[in-house]
C-alpha cells in the first residue's frame, strides 16, 4: 500500500475512536503539516468542524464549546508556533476543568532540531498543564498501529473525562507527502474495558464523624462556588435549615435569585463592616473557591469543609479542614440525615442575623442604584435581569478582571439567565473566544457576553468566528478607557504619572469601528436612559450586536462603588 493510504487508514482508526468514544465537535487551524488530521477530521461525517484562522482564538472557541456540551472537543493545529499559541487556553482548561483533546502535527523525527521551519520543541509543549501527552508513531501500514490509534484515542478520551477533567495532549509527527487517500471504512477493534469501582460514597463512620463536628459549632456558612449548583439546591437548603447557617451563594453558582433565602449581598455588606462581624468557625464550601476577596478573606481563619466531587484541590487559602469528595447532593442530603438526632449548638440568632444585614443591603441597592441620573458600572449589573427581560433565558458569558466581581456584588435577581466565566486561570485572555463557542452550540438561544474594555480589545480576532458561523450573541462592553480594577487595588495609590504609564494603560478607543468589521450591529450607550433604549433594540434583533456602555473616568468608577456600600 502507498503512505497515503497507510496514513489514511490510521487516521480513520483514530478519528473513528475519537467520535465512538463521545467527540462531536472539532476545532481546527488552517496549515500545511496538519494537513492529514484536517482531512480526516473533515472527511469525518459524524464530527462537526469549525475552522479558525487565529490558534489562540480558535483554542479559547473549543473551551466554550466543552464549557457548554460537557465533553471533549478536538483541538487541532500546525506545527511550530501555532501549536504554541494553544497555551493559554491549555492553561484555561486544565484549571478549569474543562475537556480537551489537543492535537499538533509536527515534523518527523529526523527533522526535528535541525533547522527545519516551523520545527519547535512540542513533546510535552504545554508541560505540567495536561492531564496525559502522547507522542505518536508514523503510520506504516501495519494493523498494529492502527490499532495503537484506535486504543490511543479512546485512552485521550477517557483521561480528558476523569474527574477532574482536563485537556491532554497528542503530537502527530507526518512526514511528506502530506495529502491523504479518502478515508478508508475500518473495522473497529475490540474495546478495552475499564472496571472502575463502585462509585465512591463517604463512609457511614466518617459522615456521622462529620455530622457530629457540625453540631458543635455556633457560627457557620454555607457557601456555594462557583459551578452549576443548581441541581443540589433542595440539598443546600435542607442542610441549611437543620444547622441554621445562611448560604452564600456566588453568582456563577447559578442559584442565587432562586430562593429568598439564599444570600448574595455578602461582598457589599462585607466591604462596609466586614472587620465588625463575628468570627465564623466552620465554613461548608461547594465546589470552586468564592469570587468575593472580601468572604475569602473574612473565613480564612474558619474551619473548612471543602466538597468537592471533581476530585481536585481547591484550597489557595491552606484552610484547616477536610476535602470530602463524592456527589454534591448526596453528600449534603446524607449529612442532613445524620444530623437529625444531634442537638443542633447553632447561635439562635446567627441565621436571623444574616438575612437582617442582606435586607438591609439590598434595600441601600434599590435606594442608591434603582433610578441614577448618570451612568456607572454598577448600574449595569444592578438592572441586568430587567434589561435582559425580554431575552428569555440566555447564557450569560462574564468576564475576568472587573465584570465578574460587579456581578458578584451587585446582580441579586438575575431570572432566567444563565451565568459562565473562565475561573480557572481567570485571565481576559479568550474571553470573546469562549463566548463564541458557547453561542456556537446553542445558536437559536440568546447568548451574552459583559466584558471590560481591554478583555475586549485583546480577543476581537474572535469575532471572527461570529461572523463565519452566523453565530447569535449580544456584546456589552464596558469602556472605561483602561484597566478600571487597578484603581481598586495598592497599586491605585501611585501618583498619576506611573499608575497611568502601568497600570490605568488608557487606549483612547471607541469600539464603532470593530463593529463595523465584523458586520455587528452597533449602539453607543452614555447614560441610563440610551443603555435601556439600546439593550431593547438589539435584543429584537440576531446575528452578532455590539452595545458600548462608556462609563465615567476610573476614579469615579471607585468613588461609585464607595458610595453604593459607604
Same mark, same amino acid.
Given at each position: 500500500?502507498?503512505?497515503?493510504?497507510?496514513?489514511?487508514?490510521?487516521?480513520?482508526?483514530?478519528?473513528?475512536?475519537?467520535?465512538?468514544?463521545?467527540?462531536?465537535?472539532?476545532?481546527?487551524?488552517?496549515?500545511?503539516?496538519?494537513?492529514?488530521?484536517?482531512?480526516?477530521?473533515?472527511?469525518?461525517? %459524524?464530527?462537526?468542524?469549525?475552522?479558525?484562522?487565529?490558534?489562540?482564538?480558535?483554542?479559547?472557541?473549543?473551551?466554550?464549546?466543552?464549557? %457548554?456540551?460537557?465533553?471533549?472537543?478536538?483541538?487541532?493545529?500546525?506545527?511550530?508556533?501555532?501549536?504554541?499559541?494553544?497555551?493559554?487556553?491549555?492553561?484555561?482548561?486544565?484549571?478549569?476543568?474543562?475537556?480537551?483533546?489537543?492535537?499538533?502535527?509536527?515534523?518527523?523525527?529526523?527533522?526535528?532540531?535541525?533547522?527545519?521551519?516551523?520545527?519547535?520543541?512540542?513533546?510535552?509543549?504545554?508541560?505540567?498543564?495536561?492531564?496525559?501527552?502522547?507522542? $505518536?508513531?508514523?503510520?506504516?501500514?501495519?494493523? =498494529?498501529?492502527?490499532?495503537?490509534?484506535?486504543?490511543?484515542?479512546?485512552?485521550?478520551?477517557?483521561?480528558?473525562?476523569?474527574?477532574? &477533567?482536563?485537556?491532554?495532549?497528542?503530537?502527530?509527527?507526518?512526514?511528506?507527502?502530506?495529502?491523504?487517500?479518502?478515508?478508508?471504512?475500518?473495522?473497529?477493534?475490540?474495546?478495552?474495558?475499564? !472496571?472502575?469501582?463502585?462509585?465512591?460514597?463517604?463512609?457511614?463512620?466518617?459522615?456521622?464523624?462529620?455530622?457530629?463536628?457540625?453540631?458543635?459549632?455556633?457560627?457557620?456558612? !454555607?457557601?456555594?462556588?462557583?459551578?452549576?449548583?443548581?441541581?443540589?439546591?433542595?440539598?443546600?437548603?435542607?442542610?441549611?435549615? /437543620?444547622?441554621?447557617?445562611?448560604?452564600?451563594?456566588?453568582?456563577?453558582?447559578?442559584?442565587?435569585?432562586?430562593?429568598?433565602?439564599?444570600?448574595?449581598?455578602?461582598?457589599?455588606?462585607?466591604?462596609?463592616?466586614?472587620?465588625?462581624?463575628?468570627?465564623?468557625?466552620?465554613? !461548608?464550601?461547594?465546589?470552586?473557591?468564592?469570587?468575593?476577596?472580601?468572604?475569602?478573606?473574612?473565613? /480564612?481563619?474558619?474551619?473548612?469543609?471543602?466538597?468537592?466531587?471533581?476530585? +481536585?484541590?481547591?484550597?489557595? %487559602?491552606?484552610?484547616?479542614?477536610?476535602?470530602?469528595?463524592?456527589?454534591?447532593?448526596?453528600? $449534603?442530603?446524607?449529612?442532613? /440525615?445524620?444530623?437529625?438526632?444531634?442537638?443542633?449548638?447553632?447561635?439562635?440568632?446567627?441565621?436571623?442575623?444574616?438575612?437582617?444585614?442582606? &435586607?438591609?443591603?439590598?434595600?441601600?441597592?434599590? &435606594?442608591?442604584?434603582?433610578?441614577? =441620573?448618570?451612568? +456607572?458600572?454598577?448600574?449595569?449589573?444592578?438592572?441586568?435581569?430587567?434589561?435582559?427581560?425580554? +431575552?428569555?433565558?440566555?447564557?450569560?458569558?462574564?468576564?475576568?478582571?472587573?465584570?465578574?466581581?460587579?456581578?458578584?456584588?451587585?446582580?441579586?435577581?438575575?431570572?432566567?439567565?444563565?451565568?459562565?466565566?473562565?475561573?480557572?486561570?481567570?485571565?481576559?485572555?479568550?474571553?470573546?473566544?469562549?463566548?463564541?463557542?458557547?453561542?456556537?452550540?446553542?445558536?437559536?438561544?440568546?447568548?451574552?457576553?459583559?466584558? @471590560?474594555?481591554?478583555?475586549?480589545?485583546? =480577543?476581537?480576532?474572535?469575532?471572527?468566528?461570529?461572523? &463565519?458561523?452566523?453565530?447569535?450573541?449580544?456584546? !456589552?462592553?464596558?469602556?472605561?478607557?483602561? @484597566?478600571?480594577?487597578?484603581?481598586?487595588?495598592? %497599586?491605585?495609590?501611585?501618583?498619576?504619572?506611573?499608575?497611568?504609564?502601568?497600570?490605568?494603560?488608557?487606549?483612547?478607543?471607541?469600539?464603532?469601528?470593530?463593529?463595523?468589521?465584523?458586520?455587528?450591529?452597533?449602539?453607543?450607550?452614555?447614560?441610563?436612559?440610551?443603555?435601556?433604549?439600546?439593550? @431593547?433594540?438589539?435584543?429584537?434583533?440576531?446575528?452578532?450586536?455590539?452595545?458600548?456602555?462608556?462609563?465615567?473616568?476610573?476614579?469615579?468608577?471607585?468613588?461609585?462603588?464607595?458610595?453604593?456600600?459607604?
Amino acid at each position: 500500500m502507498s503512505q497515503t493510504h497507510d496514513v489514511a487508514e490510521y487516521l480513520s482508526s483514530f478519528v473513528n475512536s475519537l467520535y465512538r468514544h463521545g467527540a462531536d465537535h472539532a476545532v481546527i487551524c488552517p496549515g500545511s503539516r496538519s494537513t492529514p488530521l484536517a482531512l480526516a477530521l473533515q472527511r469525518s461525517r %459524524q464530527i462537526r468542524s469549525y475552522v479558525l484562522i487565529d490558534e489562540r482564538s480558535a483554542a479559547f472557541f473549543a473551551v466554550g464549546i466543552a464549557k %457548554q456540551c460537557g465533553r471533549p472537543v478536538i483541538l487541532l493545529s500546525t506545527s511550530g508556533t501555532a501549536a504554541a499559541n494553544f497555551l493559554p487556553a491549555v492553561v484555561e482548561s486544565f484549571w478549569g476543568h474543562v475537556p480537551l483533546i489537543v492535537l499538533t502535527a509536527d515534523r518527523p523525527p529526523e527533522r526535528r532540531d535541525s533547522g527545519a521551519s516551523q520545527t519547535i520543541d512540542q513533546v510535552a509543549l504545554y508541560g505540567t498543564h495536561t492531564k496525559w501527552f502522547q507522542d $505518536m508513531p508514523i503510520a506504516d501500514g501495519s494493523q =498494529d498501529l492502527n490499532r495503537f490509534a484506535w486504543v490511543t484515542a479512546a485512552r485521550a478520551m477517557h483521561y480528558a473525562m476523569k474527574d477532574p &477533567k482536563g485537556p491532554v495532549h497528542l503530537n502527530f509527527p507526518f512526514r511528506e507527502p502530506l495529502l491523504i487517500d479518502p478515508l478508508p471504512k475500518v473495522s473497529m477493534f475490540q474495546e478495552v474495558k475499564r !472496571i472502575a469501582p463502585a462509585t465512591a460514597e463517604i463512609g457511614r463512620e466518617d459522615r456521622d464523624e462529620i455530622a457530629h463536628s457540625l453540631s458543635l459549632f455556633r457560627h457557620g456558612l !454555607i457557601l456555594a462556588g462557583p459551578g452549576f449548583m443548581g441541581h443540589a439546591l433542595d440539598q443546600i437548603l435542607e442542610l441549611s435549615q /437543620k444547622l441554621t447557617w445562611p448560604v452564600f451563594a456566588d453568582p456563577l453558582s447559578n442559584i442565587r435569585g432562586r430562593d429568598d433565602r439564599i444570600i448574595g449581598t455578602y461582598d457589599a455588606f462585607l466591604r462596609v463592616s466586614g472587620q465588625n462581624l463575628p468570627p465564623v468557625e466552620c465554613v !461548608i464550601r461547594l465546589g470552586a473557591p468564592m469570587t468575593s476577596k472580601a468572604l475569602n478573606l473574612y473565613i /480564612k481563619e474558619s474551619w473548612i469543609y471543602s466538597i468537592d466531587g471533581e476530585n +481536585s484541590y481547591r484550597e489557595p %487559602q491552606l484552610q484547616s479542614g477536610r476535602i470530602i469528595e463524592g456527589s454534591l447532593p448526596d453528600v $449534603m442530603s446524607g449529612l442532613s /440525615k445524620a444530623l437529625n438526632p444531634l442537638p443542633i449548638n447553632s447561635d439562635p440568632e446567627w441565621y436571623s442575623f444574616w438575612q437582617q444585614r442582606h &435586607k438591609t443591603m439590598l434595600r441601600l441597592f434599590h &435606594k442608591r442604584l434603582n433610578e441614577p =441620573d448618570e451612568a +456607572s458600572e454598577p448600574y449595569l449589573y444592578y438592572h441586568l435581569g430587567n434589561l435582559l427581560r425580554n +431575552s428569555g433565558p440566555a447564557e450569560v458569558f462574564v468576564s475576568n478582571s472587573m465584570p465578574v466581581r460587579d456581578l458578584d456584588t451587585f446582580t441579586q435577581n438575575p431570572g432566567p439567565l444563565r451565568f459562565w466565566g473562565n475561573r480557572g486561570a481567570n485571565g481576559i485572555d479568550g474571553i470573546v473566544s469562549t463566548a463564541m463557542g458557547i453561542a456556537s452550540i446553542t445558536p437559536y438561544a440568546q447568548t451574552i457576553l459583559i466584558i @471590560g474594555d481591554l478583555a475586549f480589545y485583546h =480577543d476581537m480576532n474572535g469575532l471572527f468566528a461570529a461572523v &463565519k458561523y452566523q453565530l447569535n450573541i449580544l456584546i !456589552i462592553v464596558i469602556n472605561n478607557d483602561g @484597566g478600571g480594577i487597578f484603581s481598586f487595588l495598592p %497599586q491605585g495609590q501611585l501618583e498619576d504619572h506611573e499608575f497611568e504609564v502601568l497600570f490605568g494603560t488608557p487606549h483612547g478607543l471607541s469600539f464603532e469601528h470593530a463593529a463595523f468589521l465584523y458586520q455587528a450591529a452597533y449602539r453607543l450607550a452614555k447614560t441610563p436612559d440610551e443603555l435601556r433604549q439600546s439593550m @431593547g433594540e438589539l435584543l429584537t434583533i440576531s446575528g452578532l450586536r455590539i452595545l458600548e456602555w462608556q462609563v465615567p473616568t476610573r476614579k469615579e468608577n471607585v468613588s461609585r462603588h464607595t458610595n453604593v456600600w459607604s
